[in-house]
């Protein structure tokens, strides 16, 4: 099924006319302190890069988790197998828009600059027909769990005369989860209470334009707009757009992307906690839906408009959100009772 989306993405962005960023590409494989979770960042801040690939089961890096030791490593990546399909777009005014994505192209974006270094990578983008309009994704470790999550801190800065409306941006990957590419489960939680989020679903192919997000599709409908657990298995991954409202001359609008892996399922919504993350996926490979074992693959959001999905570990809420919290725990309890009444 991979090999077939691939085709279909390529043939339909080679009609699309999408226009592909000129010259080399700079890009940057960073790992973490912990020697357990990388990225491989490209200049245009899309993930999978070619570039001094890492990944055991890819011939790229995106998002890999190492199933190994820090002393013998065995990355595996969770979005670059079989289709190079991670990516983001923006657009203003309904009317102007730019994206990038290495399966279906760089369109209306010129690289302003790109830095790296060990553990950290910084890209700047312009829209190339509105070169006021700059977007900077800051990948480094996660502050409060840096042995599993990568924070991207997105700013979008309006530098131009004119004050713009109706700023959108997509972020979108197809999930590859090891040791079980292309048959994963996948989880997404926090759709409802997030106020800027327009369409989320379980289509990782879809276009990163966000002035076509509205016409997009999911994979299993039952996904579409919704929270849902363990979805699959599947081909499938993560899509989200979201809606930000207008962006006056001179100001700028920042939000946090979160990407990582961990061991488990609970290490996993542990490193979401620690982090406050209002919106999230899960990936899981074939067999590792309940567990999260041997590794659950995280791709998050924060500053989006939402609340915390989960609280943070250890902490002692106060009294007049302790109805919160019983809510959520009791919705916990919910997703692990779907989950045993569907033989799991």
């Not at 998002?63 to 190079?84: E, H, M, Q, V």
């Not at 999930?175 to 989880?187: R, Y």
């Not at 990936?283 to 995280?298: D, K, L, W, Y």
């Not at 009294?319 to 019983?326: I, Y």
Request: glycine fraction near 12%; include cysteine; hydrophobic fraction near 40%.
């Amino acid at each position: 099924m991979q090999i077939n989306r691939i085709a279909t993405g390529t043939v339909a962005a080679a009609l699309l006319g999408l226009a592909t960023t000129g010259g080399v590409q700079a890009a940057a494989i960073i790992i973490n302190p912990a020697g357990t979770v990388a990225l491989g960042v490209n200049d245009l801040g899309s993930l999978n890069t070619t570039t001094g690939n890492i990944a055991s089961n890819a011939s790229a890096t995106g998002l890999a988790y190492n199933f190994g030791t820090p002393s013998a490593p065995d990355w595996r990546d969770a979005t670059a197998p079989g289709c190079l399909c991670e990516g983001w777009g923006i657009s203003v005014n309904g009317t102007t828009a730019g994206w990038a994505n290495e399966a279906l192209g760089n369109s209306n974006l010129s690289p302003v600059s790109f830095t790296s270094g060990p553990s950290s990578a910084t890209s700047v983008v312009s829209l190339t027909s509105m070169p006021g309009l700059t977007v900077t994704h800051d990948f480094a470790p996660a502050p409060n769990a840096p042995d599993n999550l990568f924070r991207s801190i997105v700013t979008v800065e309006n530098m131009t005369s004119n004050d713009l409306t109706a700023l959108r941006y997509v972020r979108v990957m197809d999930w590859d989860i090891p040791p079980t590419e292309f048959n994963e489960f996948v989880t997404i939680q926090g759709v409802g209470t997030t106020s800027y989020l327009l369409r989320s679903h379980d289509d990782g192919f879809e276009s990163p334009n966000p002035l076509t997000g509205l016409s997009t599709t999911p994979i299993d409908l039952s996904t579409l707009d919704t929270d849902f657990t363990d979805s699959g298995p599947a081909d499938h991954g993560a899509y989200f757009l979201f809606e930000f409202g207008d962006l006056a001359a001179g100001d700028s609008f920042t939000f946090e992307i979160f990407y990582g892996a961990a061991g488990s399922e609970s290490e996993a919504l542990a490193a979401i906690a620690a982090e406050g993350i209002e919106l999230f996926s899960l990936g899981q490979s074939n067999g590792g839906e309940v567990t999260g074992e041997p590794a659950t693959f995280i791709f998050g959001f924060k500053g989006v408009g939402g609340r915390p999905v989960l609280p943070p570990p250890g902490a002692v809420p106060e009294p007049a959100s302790l109805g919160l919290v019983g809510l959520g725990l009791l919705g916990l309890a919910g997703l692990r009772r779907r989950r045993s009444q569907r033989g799991r």
